[in-house]
């Protein structure tokens, strides 16, 4: 067994293999050191091994633990060591035992999606840990957990959960058709995953990335489908809704009415994001006479000293603070909050007084900046960013008349657009014969 494994692996100098013996039977064992419990391994295998000399009492406690079992298929046994398990060969029959090293045993803190309110705990890189995490707050009997591997390279486990008497059949089916159908050689992170499922070329999102345990567990409760990867702390939900990326979870933990009032905060943000640089344009450039005199005359001589069109003054500024944005993420944490504001203070104040834009435009991206940090789901807030630019394009050559009309388009391609068959803009999650098994 040695010889053959060491033959396959190229005989690696982090791979240990020995030949040991109790006085009474030997036996062959190997494993990388670095992919094991070296505590685990040594106090229910090897302890056992060297000081436990009855034969048959030993192979009982093999028998009787479910992380050992037999692998007499020797085109498995590199797979499995570089899993984690370890090898060992008695009376020539090989068996594993089942010894990953766990990296984190306990949950990390939320980074990505702050809670005020509500469990602060997120999921883990451990695949194990995060399905104890679901089932802590999903205790139901219903709860159905299948196990994928996928990844011609990384072979990685890919888990879902849902509750079998809540999820619309048509939609596990359909996620199980394309997840039999991927051809990925590494899977390394779950909006990688999220992409495959999908597909490459929707302006928005189909499918929802969250850190948190408490949302997997209300959203398989309202017969969603959840998916947990190996290695990867963030989890997908599908279908998704638009009204599922707007929404936080401390709306759940709020009370009703300040709930109610956050939600048309956020529609209202996610309005001026696409619109308030297109509207500027159109305002400026075609339809000044939309505004009140006063504020025409206020914008026109803020722009006096602005030597280009109004269209230039949006671009540069867009560009600028979505620099600033990308510069925030890739900075070091220790500098970047820092060099970002002092930045963006000095350049909007220094663009301004050397006549370059005019003093509405700071006002207008800054509203438009702060309203894009209000959508709680990040993937979503990329796609309105996104869109935004589309908005200002149409505004350069048509003004008012095009945003309004590439408005009602978007709101027609969302009425187009699914998520697994399910609407994008469905209100409510209908009771049906394929979640229920019969009965209108």
Request: contains cysteine.
């Amino acid at each position: 067994m040695i010889a053959r494994i060491r033959k396959e692996l190229n005989n690696p100098s982090d791979f240990f293999y020995d030949i040991l013996n109790n006085g009474y039977y030997e036996m062959e064992i190997c494993y990388f050191p670095t992919l094991c419990d070296q505590n685990l391994l040594q106090d229910i295998l090897l302890s056992p091994y060297s000081y436990n000399f009855d034969r048959d009492q030993f192979f009982r406690m093999i028998h009787s633990n479910p992380n050992f079992a037999e692998a007499d298929a020797p085109e498995i046994w590199t797979e499995l060591l570089l899993k984690g398990s370890v090898l060992f060969q008695i009376e020539g029959r090989v068996y594993r035992f089942d010894v990953q090293r766990k990296m984190q045993d306990k949950p990390d803190s939320t980074q990505i999606e702050s809670a005020l309110q509500g469990p602060q705990t997120a999921l883990t890189e451990d695949l194990d840990l995060n399905i104890s995490l679901i089932r802590m707050r999903y205790n139901e009997p219903t709860l159905c957990v299948e196990q994928h591997i996928i990844g011609v390279t990384s072979k990685t486990r890919v888990t879902v959960l849902y509750d079998k008497n809540e999820v619309n059949q048509q939609v596990l089916l359909q996620l199980q058709q394309q997840i039999a159908q991927l051809n990925i050689k590494m899977l390394r992170a779950a909006g990688q995953l999220m992409k495959q499922l999908s597909g490459k070329y929707k302006l928005f999102p189909v499918i929802i990335q969250t850190e948190r345990p408490d949302r997997i567990a209300a959203m398989i409760q309202r017969g969603k489908v959840a998916i947990l990867q190996d290695g990867n702390r963030l989890g997908l939900i599908l279908p998704a809704r638009l009204f599922d990326f707007l929404h936080a979870m401390d709306d759940d933990y709020e009370s009703f009415w300040m709930s109610k009032l956050l939600l048309i905060l956020r529609y209202l943000a996610m309005f001026l994001t696409l619109t308030l640089p297109a509207l500027y344009i159109s305002i400026v450039s075609y339809n000044p006479e939309l505004l009140r005199v006063q504020l025409t005359l206020s914008i026109a001589g803020s722009r006096v000293v602005v030597p280009y069109p109004s269209f230039i003054e949006v671009i540069i500024m867009l560009f600028m603070i979505e620099a600033l944005n990308e510069a925030s993420i890739r900075l070091p944490r220790s500098i970047g909050s820092t060099a970002t504001t002092v930045g963006g203070l000095i350049l909007g104040q220094s663009i301004q007084q050397a006549g370059l834009v005019s003093s509405i435009m700071i006002i207008v991206t800054s509203v438009v900046a702060i309203s894009n940090f209000v959508i709680p789901n990040n993937s979503f807030s990329y796609s309105i960013r996104f869109v935004k630019y589309l908005f200002v394009t149409i505004a350069i050559f048509y003004g008012l008349l095009g945003v309004v009309v590439l408005f009602f388009a978007l709101i027609v391609y969302w009425c187009n657009l699914r998520s697994f068959g399910e609407p994008y803009l469905n209100l409510y999650n209908p009771k049906n014969k394929s979640r229920h098994g019969g009965g209108k």
